[in-house]
């Protein structure tokens, strides 16, 4: 059973930077496609970035334009997403999810397992 265990949320200033963590309880995630949701109050949940379990390919939100990076460390315990120029409507509370084998997706309902989200609040 995946146990995803997000990391790395907190306060900070409009245009700082983050870097969320996403670990499966020190397990190797080496198999699984990894992909980062985020949910502002009074909003549906919505894709951010997503990497494929042979990290060979990555998907991004088109709103994004750039300002944020999923990556995996080369032992593939933990999935990173760093997030820089960060905007005040960044805040929300961010997601990571699983799927054994798979691809880089953009779709919720792909992934079988989800963390419990870190929240990200972005001052102005």
């Known amino acids: 059973q995946v146990q995803l265990v997000e990391s790395g949320g907190g306060l900070v200033q409009a245009g700082g930077s983050l870097r969320l963590s996403c670990a499966d309880s020190g397990r190797a995630i080496s198999s699984h496609a990894m992909g980062w949701f985020r949910q502002a109050p009074g909003k549906e949940r919505e894709f951010v970035a997503a990497?494929?379990?042979?990290?060979?390919?990555?998907h991004y939100a088109d709103y994004l334009k750039g300002r944020f990076t999923i990556s995996r460390d080369n032992a593939k315990t933990t999935v990173y997403l760093q997030m820089n120029r960060l905007k005040p409507e960044d805040t929300a509370v961010y997601y990571c999810?699983?799927?054994?084998?798979?691809?880089?997706?953009?779709?919720?309902?792909?992934?079988?397992?989800w963390g419990q989200g870190t929240q990200v609040t972005v001052s102005s």
């Open positions: 999810a699983a799927r054994l084998f798979g691809q880089a997706l953009g779709t919720a309902a792909y992934y079988n397992y």
């Open positions: 990497t494929s379990w042979t990290a060979g390919s990555t």
